[in-house]
């Protein structure tokens, strides 16, 4: 089944860059491709002691093999972007598609100036949302008026649509959370662009009957930066003292927590169409899980909590992220009745 779209269920850092790491080294996919909003979203990776972070890459840098692919719906800053293809090296393997948008300074001005994106909202400050309003507007420039991106010039959804029919294997790497979706999210405290299963489809130029897979990520808790509701949250105090104290990969802010929420979980599979689950840290809630690989080796509450999971959505949990490095996780794909599969 060689297509699978990964998304988010809560509010963004799910740990999506982590089960993207893992499956592209473990499955050698011919392409991965990102979709989602832009340079918003921080995808973090570790692999032997290093720590990688991507914000307009896919999370599949490391793979030699792999094609990293950017599709026309996502935003791009070009200075972010090359920045990145020069510390991954991928000069040769890099595609963005001519139609991406662009962020210039006067994006990020309007995003950081005035009350309502930076207080109201708690935006990023990247520049995404006012880039998408000016596209919306259709006075923003696109990939390719920007000479400095000529080398990586091309069209993603042509190249993703010959290799599916050619039955290769493509990862879709979504971005933000379900929640934060324009559409379906807590509106206002949203991000400027709709950002599930359907939207990343539609980011990359890939129709729905293309997509084999659609695995949406949880974290063991749920966190959120920027404004917006939060059920059951808890204090900075309790988040410090249970080890869930998080700071946001692109703008350092502290992340609010509050326990997995399951019935935001099941809305989030509907809005979806997701087929599988990953969990990340579940380490972070059962310590003695750590570095665990098997499931029939995890701490028998941890176990409870993965089959409390699947007995509220119907769904497998097939990976489980029992560590920081992109190895430490539970891969039940094999065991699993309707395994995802790259
Ligand atoms: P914007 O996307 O920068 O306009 O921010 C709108 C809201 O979405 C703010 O609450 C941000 O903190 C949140 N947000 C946007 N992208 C991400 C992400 O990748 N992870 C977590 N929160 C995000
Ligand atoms: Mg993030």
């Known amino acids: ?16 860059g982590k089960i993207v790491a893992y499956l592209t080294k473990k499955e050698n996919p011919v392409i991965a491709v990102r979709g989602g909003v832009g340079p918003n979203a921080g995808h973090t990776f570790c692999h032997e002691g290093k720590i990688y972070k991507v914000r307009m890459l896919p999370s599949a840098a490391l793979n ?121 999210g807590s ?15 539609s980011d990359v130029g890939l129709g729905p009957k293309k997509v084999d897979d659609v695995l949406i990520v949880f974290k063991a808790y749920v966190t959120r930066v920027g404004k917006g509701p939060l059920k059951d949250e808890i204090t900075s105090d309790v988040a410090k003292a249970r080890g869930w104290l998080e700071y946001g990969s692109v703008t350092g802010r502290q992340r609010r927590a509050s326990p997995f929420d399951p019935i935001l979980a099941k809305k989030a599979i509907r809005l979806n169409g997701a087929t ?22 995890l701490p028998r509450e941890a176990q409870n909590f993965v089959e409390d999971i699947e007995g509220e959505t119907g769904l497998a949990v097939t990976l489980i992220g029992t560590g920081a490095d992109l190895t430490q996780i539970v891969d039940r794909r094999d065991s699993s009745a309707s395994a995802v599969t790259l």
């Open 1 to 16: 089944m060689p297509c699978l779209v990964i998304v988010g269920g809560f509010f963004g850092d799910e740990g999506k």
């Open 64 to 184: 030699s093999t792999t094609q990293l692919l950017v599709g026309a719906g996502v935003l791009v800053d070009p200075d972010i972007l090359l920045d990145e293809i020069k510390s991954f090296g991928v000069f040769d393997r890099t595609l963005i598609d001519s139609q991406c948008g662009i962020i210039e300074k006067a994006h990020i001005q309007r995003d950081i100036v005035g009350p309502h994106l930076k207080n109201k909202i708690g935006t990023t400050g990247t520049g995404t949302g006012p880039a998408n309003a000016d596209r919306a507007l259709r006075v923003l420039k696109v990939a390719k008026e920007i000479p400095e991106l000529t080398p990586f010039i091309g069209e993603v959804s042509d190249t993703v649509n010959t290799a599916l029919d050619k039955n290769e294997s493509v990862l879709v790497e979504g971005t933000q959370g379900t929640f934060l979706s324009l559409y379906h």
């Open 187 to 201: 509106y206002p405290y949203v991000t400027s662009k709709d950002v599930t299963a359907s939207a990343i489809c």
């Open 276 to 297: 599988q689950i990953a969990i990340t840290k579940l380490d972070i809630i059962f310590p003695n899980s750590a570095g665990v690989r098997e499931f029939s080796k």
